[in-house]
């Protein structure tokens, strides 16, 4: 072993110890009563998430698809989203979801499902860290996985030529394999002509934009504010501008440019940009209650939480109430224990502004 990467596997093992020293202490402090006040529930209290879950891996996959055919396209969208990512890290991938490929070898759930596994398997497996910290054979895992997620999706589109899902999955590969923009461009050309206003599509061709990615905030900010004048009020791809602006503030984190982000959402035109497309979204503010919807809220009310304006970021988490999400507060460096469980950060705003917590 070379002395450079003896101190590397120094490092990587002393991070470890310390992380797992730090979880350990989370643990005590959250049976001792010092854990967060607000505790996430990412099936955002369906109760149809515990039965998909239970059906997955008890494969019955009748019993899924029942709850799938009957679900609207959002709640569909979040239902293979969520249970695409159970139980899967860097070296294990559950069997249940070749299992039902092999079972039902027609059907556009499954392999849907099943290709968005393997994007999340490849995740893990690369990291989510910067690209001079992947190892080639980290690099290696993560592309066999991507383009084994990439064959799921064609064979989607080869069984039901309508679904736009696919293409969010080919959008997401691509921003991580790095293909033509042409290609990517495409892909979302395809998306749309299938589900013209599909969030979920227009995020994630909004983050392969992104500066980290190899796009550039211009190419980002484009699409977010050429789509929001393109689309009428009371649309949800108006919030394309909170979301690109989350992007522009975490990219100054990642260039170490500290000061810009510390002040990045103390200028008044990126408040005033972000509270406009609020209005816009929700005209008549009176948000609804989808996953979509809850996750644009959260993103809202970060920013303004951020900002320091206080009423809006008050108005938004009390209309909120227990329904945070992960994203985006796992972004904020407080509380302490928050890079551990980003439900401090979300408890933590709840207490600065003087809320009453929620039952």
């Known amino acids: 072993m070379s002395i450079v990467n003896f101190f590397r596997e120094f490092d990587t ?149 309508s679904n736009p899902e696919p293409y969010i999955g080919m959008i997401t590969i691509e921003m991580g394999i790095s293909y033509e923009q042409e290609s990517l461009w495409e892909n979302f050309v395809q998306l749309k002509k299938r589900s013209l206003n599909h969030y979920n599509g227009h995020s994630a061709m909004l983050i392969s934009l992104a500066e980290k990615w190899g796009g550039s905030s211009q190419a980002m900010f484009s699409l977010a504010r050429n789509t929001s004048k393109q689309v009428p009020p009371g649309s949800p791809l108006h919030a394309l501008i909170v979301e690109a602006h989350i992007e522009e503030w975490l990219h100054y984190s990642m260039i170490d440019d500290e000061e810009t982000q510390q002040n990045y959402f103390f200028q008044k035109e990126v408040i005033q940009e972000i509270i406009e497309s609020y209005n816009l979204c929700f005209p008549n503010n009176d948000p609804g209650d989808d996953p979509d919807t809850i996750e644009i809220l959260n993103n809202y009310a970060f920013c303004l939480f951020q900002g320091k304006v206080e009423d809006g970021a008050s108005e938004l988490l009390t209309k909120l109430g227990r329904r945070g999400t992960s994203s985006p507060w796992c972004y904020m460096d407080e509380p302490f224990y928050n890079f551990l469980d980003s439900s401090y950060a979300y408890s933590y705003a709840f207490e600065k502004l003087g809320l009453i917590i929620p039952k």
Request: glycine share 8%; proline share 3%; net charge neutral.
């Open 13 to 161: 093992h002393f991070i470890n110890g310390i992380h797992k020293s730090l979880a350990f202490s989370y643990k005590i402090g959250k049976k001792l009563g010092f854990g967060p006040k607000i505790v996430f529930d990412d099936t955002l209290g369906d109760k149809n998430i515990p039965l998909l879950l239970k059906h997955l891996k008890n494969y019955q996959w009748q019993q899924i698809n029942e709850i799938l055919q009957e679900a609207n396209d959002i709640c569909r969208s979040f239902y293979i989203g969520y249970i695409a990512d159970e139980d899967t890290t860097a070296k294990f991938r559950p069997d249940y979801f070749n299992a039902w490929v092999k079972a039902e070898p027609n059907n556009p759930f499954a392999h849907l499902t099943n290709g968005f596994n393997l994007i999340n398997w490849g995740w893990e497996a690369r990291g989510s860290g910067v690209s001079s910290t992947v190892s080639s054979g980290m690099a290696e895992q993560f592309f066999l996985r991507l383009l084994a997620a990439q064959q799921s999706f064609e064979r989607v589109m080869q069984l039901d030529d």
